[in-house]
């Protein structure tokens, strides 16, 4: 089956507390991209990468990393998460840069306490 | 950047009834998407379709792109379409992988 998957589902931390979103797509597609959900401000996108080693900025990147350096996997590092970074995270890709149909991942809840 | 507004913001219904979301875009796009997020937070992919019409069961969705348009119509409304549908934009690349731009949604609940 065709999807993008992200682990974990669910996860409360503690400030400060390093911690990795993974997320892996199996449609070989060449554009993944990462956003956040926050009640009143929508989905923003946080990252994307166009292809394996091209990555760049979004629109609210401050306080997150990420890494590709194979197609299928994307993820997504907080290196020292704070309470404003508690939010829906999606992680989503497609299969060209500049056109198709975009697909989204589960979604991870992210709680920083 | 492109804006992208959506119609009605709330919408209740009675199971069965029929129902049209709106979605205005200010620019061009070559990219238009609508998504269903269910109750628990996910998005589900329902069409994509920067023009023309496509049908999928009891939804279609019209895009007309020279007016800067798109129409997602729920017919035979079930329980099981309540959350938000979101309609979702990218104009023509201007460099970078373009992005999608997401309106506010429609929150929709079905009633019995």
């Known amino acids: 089956e065709a999807q993008v998957t992200q682990n974990p589902r669910y996860l409360i931390t503690v400030t400060g507390k390093k911690l990795t979103v993974t997320c892996s797509q199996n449609m070989n597609h060449e554009y993944m991209s990462w956003y956040r959900q926050d009640p009143g401000l929508g989905l923003r996108q946080i990252y994307y990468s166009m292809n394996v080693e091209a990555t760049d900025k979004g629109d609210v990147p401050e306080g997150y990393k990420v890494s590709r350096k194979e197609k299928r996997n994307f993820p997504l590092i907080l290196e020292s998460p704070s309470p404003n970074q508690t939010s829906l995270y999606f992680c989503a890709s497609r299969d060209r840069p500049t056109w198709g149909a975009q697909y989204f991942g589960p979604g991870t809840r992210l709680l920083v306490l | ?112």
């Not at chain 2, 409304?77 to 997401?102: H, M, R």
């Open chain 2, 1 to 112: 950047g492109i804006q992208v507004e959506q119609s009605p913001p709330d919408l209740i219904l009675q199971e069965g009834a029929n129902s049209t979301l709106r979605c205005n875009f200010s620019d061009s796009v070559n990219n238009l998407q609508w998504f269903h997020q269910n109750p628990w937070g996910q998005l589900i992919n329902l069409f994509y379709i920067p023009s023309g019409t496509k049908q999928n069961g009891r939804l279609s969705a019209t895009t007309v792109a020279t007016e800067r348009y798109s129409l997602l119509y729920i017919s035979s409304s079930q329980t099981t379409d309540s959350g938000v549908y979101f309609c979702a934009v990218a104009p023509p690349i201007t460099g970078g992988g373009n992005k999608l731009t997401f309106g506010t949604g429609t929150q929709l609940k079905v009633e019995l």
